[in-house]
């Protein structure tokens, strides 16, 4: 063990941010931190390192173990170069080094006793050298400033005059070259480009200390960790395995608690209403019966709602009128800046139905492609052609398409006149926009907010070709499977630019991945892709980027026709499991429906109104139905799905 968070509590006013937390870190080990934006991942992180005190409970850190830390917001403000900032990171083993040759110098011209000591001091610091791998200190900052997206010319680049992202780069590169017993990482991949994201997980695997991350990465955290810290409700839950390892005993814990939920609801309501009847007797008797009922339903320990009932954000992409099969048509088109030339002479074509990634390293013009097709940006060169009736959404990462100085109500309701207030704020909560929130500024939102108000934007559009500028940036992961959930059961086009490989992998019909060469298709999603990659089948798909529809294309071989047929199967699972959710949901809001009309009838004014109780003792009654039926199509699915 080197790190042990034992019953760690925090609280920033009334609002409990961690419950006696309790997790350990052993030697070695990769570990996940994770939940949803808020639950208090970040926070955690800084109770470890110091930043903030716990309320109660406390960190123990085993002796003479360093951490390294890279967290979300970066200050680097060195004046030095990127390469002079990775030889500091360094400066132990390089004063190491200067001892061993001040040491070989002097032990030619020592004797007696001085020259016993300078040998064993010389043996002592070389081990220590070897150990630490010091004669490779200058081979391996250059690998890990390739590996995190530097290119050699850029290592003599001040600090100071780099982005955020590439701050955050070289921050992730000193932590790295350091080499801590633990290393605390917060958002890691946020800042890199899908090669330097998978160099980082060949580097992390292999990495000899232990690793805690936070990320939202589901790919990244399948390829490193072992283990899955679940902070959920303020409480943390320890689950062993990958992301998808915990993702499946997740779902089937919460299935088992929310039958349990299920079945006890049907029995509270089966005994209500024998209580209900007995008393109705009004029979000393039958009122002794309903009373021991009664008593037994008190004792009864309540099982808890599972969080799959409670709030999330619910989106729907419908699009209102169907395209013709060609959806986009790209000829010849180019684009430079000044002397860069990001691409030259592009092609693609884009059929009704498809799903297509956009791939490619940072820099290769996938968000100007982008722009372009959306008419924010003009082409140097080419021809863009769109299909009968075709409709564009679009959703933009920077989110340029959102006014800063509008409520979120207002650019809602500016953006589409017709609707009535209670359709927006019925929408907005849809995206957890309730009550005073739908006032407040654009300017003020967080990215994930800014987020959440573009996909509201986008599903009111009824668009039926929707294009995605990194749609995941800055949702939870909860999120994203939503989001992942509104896309395979949309009935229209999509084409985006992600840098999320899961996400990818769920949702793409096709890749295509653009360098300066050109574009390189993939009748696939991203399993497929990086198969043929790594077997080097480059040429796989490329005859048919322009020239046939995905239902004319021939299967590369039977992997393909395996991939389809998998494809095909997986789809039915999710339209099964996505009929579970509509009844979850269903359910949860007549619950919730049926604790407002309790409270309504308690209430002292309608205590004397018949006709206002009658009206809410038939909705109750009604809801109370309706449940029933509910839980029985609920468990019938739920044991079709299992």
């Not at 250059?142 to 850029?154: A, H, I, N």
């Not at 090669?195 to 790919?219: K, M, N, Q």
Request: hydrophobic share 35%; glycine share 6%.
């Amino acid at each position: 063990m080197i790190l042990s968070c034992q019953k760690l509590t925090k609280s920033f006013g009334i609002h409990t941010v961690l419950d006696r937390v309790n997790f350990i870190i052993n030697e070695g080990e990769k570990a996940a931190v994770i939940g949803i934006n808020g639950a208090g991942k970040t926070t955690l992180f800084k109770i470890i390192t110091g930043e903030y005190e716990a309320d109660s409970g406390q960190v123990i850190i085993a002796k003479d173990i360093s951490i390294g830390y890279l967290s979300q917001v970066i200050d680097v403000s060195s004046r030095r170069t990127i390469y002079e900032e990775m030889v500091d990171a360094k400066k132990e083993i390089i004063e190491t080094e200067k001892k061993i040759r001040e040491l070989e110098e002097s032990i030619s011209r020592l004797s007696g006793e001085e020259l016993s000591k300078a040998m064993s001091d010389y043996s002592r610091l070389t081990e220590q050298f070897e150990r630490k791998n010091g004669y490779a200190w200058r081979s391996e900052i250059t690998g890990v400033l390739k590996g995190l997206g530097f290119s050699e010319d850029q290592f003599d680049t001040p600090i100071q005059h780099l982005s955020g992202g590439q701050k955050t780069r070289v921050a992730l590169g000193r932590i790295l070259l350091t080499r801590p017993d633990i290393i605390l990482l917060d958002e890691p991949t946020n800042h890199l480009d899908m090669e330097s994201i998978r160099w980082l997980e060949t580097f992390l695997s292999g990495y000899p200390g232990a690793v805690l991350v936070v990320s939202h990465d589901r790919y990244f955290l399948d390829s490193v960790v072992t283990k899955v810290i679940e902070i959920e409700a303020a409480k943390a839950q320890v689950f062993q395995g990958n992301y998808s390892a915990y993702a499946e005993k997740k779902r089937a814990q919460r299935d088992a608690q929310l039958r349990r939920y299920v079945n006890q609801q049907q029995e509270i309501h089966h005994q209500e209403e024998v209580i209900t009847k007995l008393r109705s007797f009004n029979r000393e008797k039958s009122i002794r019966r309903a009373e021991s009922r009664e008593k037994m339903l008190s004792k009864l320990e309540m099982v808890e709602k599972p969080v799959v009932l409670n709030q999330k954000m619910r989106i729907t992409l419908e699009p209102e009128i169907m395209s013709g099969n060609d959806v986009l048509i790209i000829e010849g088109l180019s684009k430079s800046f000044g002397d860069h030339h990001l691409f030259r002479n592009l092609s693609l074509h884009i059929f009704r139905g498809e799903v297509v990634g956009l791939l490619g390293a940072n820099g290769t013009g996938k968000t100007t492609l982008l722009k372009i097709i959306n008419r924010y940006l003009r082409a140097d060169a080419g021809r863009i052609h769109y299909g009968t009736r075709v409709n564009i959404g679009y959703y933009d990462q920077e989110q340029q398409v959102l006014d800063d100085e509008k409520t979120i109500f207002d650019e809602i309701a500016d953006a589409y006149p017709k609707l009535t207030h209670t359709r927006i704020r019925n929408v907005l909560a849809a995206f957890l926009f309730t009550g005073d929130d739908v006032f407040k500024l654009i300017g003020t939102l967080s990215g994930g907010e800014k987020g959440r108000v573009s996909l509201a934007k986008l599903m009111l559009s009824n668009a039926n070709f929707i294009i995605l500028d990194e749609p995941t940036n800055h949702l939870d992961i909860l999120s994203r499977e939503i989001l992942e959930e509104a896309i395979n059961q949309y009935e229209g086009t999509v084409f985006y630019v992600s840098h999320d490989r899961y996400f990818i992998d769920k949702t793409a019909t096709r890749i295509l991945d653009l360098s300066p060469e050109g574009l390189m298709n993939y009748k696939g999603n991203y399993t497929y892709y990086l198969s043929q990659k790594e077997n080097r089948n480059l040429e796989a798909d490329s005859e048919d980027v322009t020239k046939k529809a995905p239902e004319q294309a021939s299967a590369s071989g039977g992997s393909k026709e395996e991939w389809q047929l998998a494809r095909k199967e997986a789809a039915a699972k999710r339209k099964l499991a996505n009929d579970i959710k509509k009844l979850e949901h269903r359910i949860g809001v007549l619950e919730e429906e049926n604790e407002h009309i309790n409270e309504e009838i308690s209430l002292p004014e309608n205590a004397t109104d018949a006709a206002k109780l009658e009206e809410l003792g038939n909705r109750l009654s009604s809801n109370e139905k309706e449940l029933l039926t509910l839980y029985e199509e609920w468990e019938a699915l739920s044991e079709q799905h299992e």
